[in-house]
């Protein structure tokens, strides 16, 4: 089981960015780690054509940086967080933080969602999304309009029986323990028409039966770590929508998921059940990753 008792989070200057340093410093002081900031120095550079301009300009624009990480490490020292390290990178802004991240080694990456819905960027592959595809560790994206002061004490796991999303489960088991919250767990049976009958309808309703198992399965194995389980449900219809209407109708204050495969696949970019809840979700969203070498093992179970 890794374990490197760091978190990075990227620091920008927006609003988004702003939220997700408050709830990495939060989340460093309650899990006991240390906190790197980072701010990407984005290139292409567009300074002043001349050659004097170019580097007068590239010099503000990395002091400009420098000061922005200096004001952020005071704020999340505010909130309790340890930070040990603070850098301005050069480049993409999500290959400069995956790269990090796999040279350095960390337990979460922290990163603000500017906005909500499926724009055009987001559709073609923008910061978070990017970095959730080749993250080497769970990411936890903290949308823009969450109010940051709120402790709500819920939390929802979605489990199916992948290892993606047995990963997720034993994230979710940590994070409830370290931030004392009630854990929900979730599973979705894909749906059939009303009208189904036949092998279609038995089809179902096996699904149903299985995920049940699944769920109750997890709710022991949270309850073996000490984690209070006040809910245990399998929902039915589209994963993604079945999901975000539960996140809607309760209020969760984090939901955690795993991602399966690698990079950004077809079916990433046009909408997997991650990609959707990254996009549209109001709570955070913790994205277990394929490449996240922590593992949480069950009990009396290797």
């Known amino acids: 089981m890794a374990y490197f008792g760091r978190i990075l989070v ?34 292409p550079f567009i300074p002043d054509i001349s050659v004097g301009g170019i580097l007068g300009d590239m010099g503000a624009y990395q002091e400009g940086l420098e000061e922005m990480l200096a004001e952020a ?28 991240a796999e040279r350095v080694g960390y337990d979460y990456i922290v990163l603000g969602r500017r906005g909500k819905g499926l724009p055009m960027r987001f559709r073609l592959g923008s910061t978070t999304h990017k970095v ?73 309703e096996q699904q149903r039966e299985m995920l049940a198992r ?19 449900r399998v929902l039915e219809g589209n994963p993604a929508d079945a999901l975000l209407w539960d996140i809607e109708e309760v209020g969760y204050d984090f939901a955690v998921l795993g991602r399966r495969g690698g990079g950004l696949s077809s079916r990433f970019r046009l909408g997997s059940t991650t990609h959707k809840l990254i996009s549209y979700a109001p709570c955070k969203i913790v994205v277990v990753t394929p490449k996240d070498p922590w593992r949480l093992e069950r009990r009396g179970e290797g």
Not at 19 to 41: F, N, P, T
Not at 74 to 82: L, N, Q
Not at 218 to 227: L, N
């Open 10 to 43: 990227a620091v920008d200057g927006s609003e988004a960015a702003g939220k997700a340093l408050v709830r990495a410093a939060q989340s460093a002081r309650a899990l006991g780690m240390r906190l790197h900031l980072v701010s990407v120095a984005e290139m």
């Open 73 to 100: 490490a005071a704020e999340a020292a505010e909130h309790g967080a340890e930070v040990e390290d603070s850098v301005v990178l050069q480049g993409s802004p999500a290959e400069a933080i995956v790269d990090r």
């Open 132 to 204: 959730v595809a080749y993250a080497p560790c769970a990411v936890v994206v903290v949308p823009r309009e969450e109010d940051t002061r709120s402790n709500l004490r819920r939390m929802l796991v979605a489990t199916d029986g992948s290892e993606a999303a047995e990963k997720a489960v034993g994230r979710a088991i940590q994070l409830a323990r370290a931030f004392d919250k009630e854990l929900h767990l979730l599973a979705v049976a894909q749906g059939v028409p009303d009208a189904a009958r036949g092998a279609m309808r038995a089809a179902y």
């Open 214 to 232: 699944l769920v109750e399965r997890d709710v022991k194995w949270a309850e073996s770590e000490g984690v209070e389980v006040v809910d245990g």
